[in-house]
Each structure stands twice: as C-alpha cells, then as structure tokens.
C-alpha cells in the first residue's frame, strides 16, 4: 500500500493528508475546487511548521513530507492508481453515494475505498459500489495530526482482511485504531453528540451561561474543551446532521436536537466556520474572541 488518494480538501481530508505524507506515502488530494487544493497545501504547511517550531518534526521532514503530496481537480487522474482512497468530501448522503458511484469506476477492483465519514452508513455506501466488502470507515478526528483515535468501521460486507489491513494501516499512521460495528453515530458520535445536544439543552432551558457549562465540563470531568466550544469547532451543521442520524436511526426521542441547535443552524451560525456560534471568533484567525451571547441571565 503506498498511493493513497484523499478526495476532500477540507480540514479533515488535509489533515488526513497530512499524516499519511508523514510517513512517507505518495497522497494526491483530490477536490474539484482547485483555490481548495491550494489552501489545504497551504494549510499542511503551516500545520508542519507548528511541528518544527515545537520540534516534533525537523525541517527536513517538513519538506520531505510536502514532496509526498501531490493535488488534482480530476478524480480519474488523482484516484485511477490509488491503491487505497479515502473519501474526506462535505457530510452529505447523496454526494458520497456519488464519489463512491465515480470511485467503483475508475480504480482497480483491489483498491480499498474508506470514507471518514462521521455518521452516514457505511454499508449504504457499500451498496452504491460492486465491491462490498472493500467499503469501510476510517474515521478521523480533527485535528488529524493530534488526535490518536481511528475509528474503524466494518459495513455489513466489510471483509476480515480488508478490516485487518485498515487497523494495520492506522498503526503505521501511529493511530490507535478502534473496531466498531455499523450502526447510527458508529461509537464516537453516538456517545458525543447526545453530550453536546444536552449541554444545549441546557443552555437553552437557563440552567447556566456558555462559559459556566463548558468550564463545569473543562474543570470537572477534564475535558480539553467544554461541549459548546468543542461544537462551534465541529461545526453546529454537523452536529446537527449526526443528531439527525441518530434520531432517524434509533427512532428514540432522546436523540432529537435541541430546538436551539436547529434555530442557529437555520440562522447559519455554524461555530468557528461562521464566525459565529456559542462563541464569537475573530475573522482573520481561529482564536475564540469573546464569549457567547448567550448568558444565564437572558435565557431564564
Ligand atoms: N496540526 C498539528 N499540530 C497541531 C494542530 C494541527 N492542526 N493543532 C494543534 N496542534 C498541536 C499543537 O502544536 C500542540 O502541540 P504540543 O503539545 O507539542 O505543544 C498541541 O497540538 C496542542 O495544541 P495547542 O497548544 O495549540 O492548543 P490546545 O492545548 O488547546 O489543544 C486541541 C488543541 C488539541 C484541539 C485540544 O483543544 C483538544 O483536544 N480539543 C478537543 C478535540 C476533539 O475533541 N476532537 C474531536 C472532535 S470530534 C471529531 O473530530 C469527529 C466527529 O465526527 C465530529
């Protein structure tokens, strides 16, 4: 396995990009957008240079590794001779069908397709292609580069050696992969995202402020982020849509979103991405600028 074809250049399939040319695969990111192509190239480079200036990595690797990566706006040149693809595309069911429809047809029978999916049905992916059980869920963490957990994924059809390889694969990626069954949310959301809508829940229902329930969480049960600022990192339209899996999925009403959530979805305050969610962030860079303006006082 050496030619892994990355199709997204968005903040997970850069990351993804990322590790994969650190350890020394040739990775073609594929995007139709090619200013997207650009800023992921831009975006790994600064991320390596984090690194270097922590010395995590030399400038050596540094270099070396944005060597490995290559882009391309066509997905029959950027995913023809991949020997493993990984689907990093927006979280929309019709768009992966899709890429996956797209991905049966031009790579070889071998090549294993993975989609970092956070919620949609692996085995419903699987469906669309002619290659079953070469379908599985690789599914990263953001950001990519720190976080050591790969959730794996086995679709319905997804063979033992095809589930071996992945686990295999992540630990060459120092990753700690996981092995989960298919079902609504796999094991990471369906355990976060009932958190995250809760801690919703209770904002919206007065019980405290943004800061005084992500500091309970942050302080009481060390959490690197409180559940509010970790879902304006997410994005509030993911969460969202992974609640709407799980609620769909499980048909329980325990997993239906907070009316809030869906009110600033709807007004497109989307987290981080927006400028604008529990938080307010700064336009020019990423830092959280002033707390939310929501407080206890105006929801009671
Ligand atoms: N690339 C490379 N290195 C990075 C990085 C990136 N994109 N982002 C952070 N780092 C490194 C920093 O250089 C730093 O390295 P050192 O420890 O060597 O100094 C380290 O990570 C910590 O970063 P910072 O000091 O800047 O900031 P921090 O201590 O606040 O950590 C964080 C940042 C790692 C994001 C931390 O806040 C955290 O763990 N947050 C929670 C992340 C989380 O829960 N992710 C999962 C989200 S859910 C998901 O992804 C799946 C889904 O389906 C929704």
Request: hydrophobic letters at 40%.
């Amino acid at each position: 396995m050496q030619n892994i074809t990355v199709i997204g250049a968005g903040t997970m399939g850069n990351g993804i990009a990322h590790v994969f040319a650190m350890k020394n695969f040739n990775v073609t990111i594929v995007d139709v957008s090619q200013p997207a192509l650009d800023k992921a190239i831009q975006t790994i480079t600064k991320n390596l240079d984090r690194q270097v200036s922590k010395n995590a990595i030399s400038e050596t690797d540094k270099i070396n590794t944005l060597k490995n990566i290559s882009t391309n706006t066509s997905i029959e040149q950027g995913a023809g001779s991949a020997d493993l693809v990984i689907e990093a595309a927006t979280e929309n069911t019709e768009l992966k069908l899709n890429i996956f429809k797209k991905l049966d047809e031009v790579c070889s029978s071998q090549t294993i397709l993975a989609s970092n999916t956070s919620s949609i049905s692996i085995t419903k992916i699987a469906a669309v292609t002619n290659r079953p059980d070469k379908i599985i869920g690789m599914h990263f963490m953001n950001p990519v580069p720190v976080m050591k957990l790969v959730e794996v994924i086995r679709g319905y059809s997804t063979s033992d050696i095809v589930t071996e390889t992945i686990m295999n694969l992540s630990k060459q990626l120092n990753k700690n992969p996981v092995e989960v069954n298919d079902y609504p949310g796999f094991v990471a959301n369906r355990i976060l995202m009932p958190m995250i809508n809760e801690a919703i829940y209770t904002l919206n229902e007065g019980v405290a402020g943004v800061e005084e329930i992500d500091t309970v969480m942050k302080l009481g049960m060390a959490h690197p982020m409180g559940p509010l600022q970790l879902a304006d990192f997410i994005g509030l339209d993911v969460c969202l849509s992974i609640l709407n899996v799980l609620h769909s999925g499980f048909g329980n009403p325990k997993y239906a979103p907070c009316p809030l959530l869906v009110n600033m979805v709807t007004a497109k305050n989307l987290g981080i991405k927006s400028g604008q969610g529990f938080y307010q962030y700064s336009s020019t860079s990423k830092e959280l600028v002033v707390a939310s303006r929501f407080n206890k006082k105006e929801l009671i």
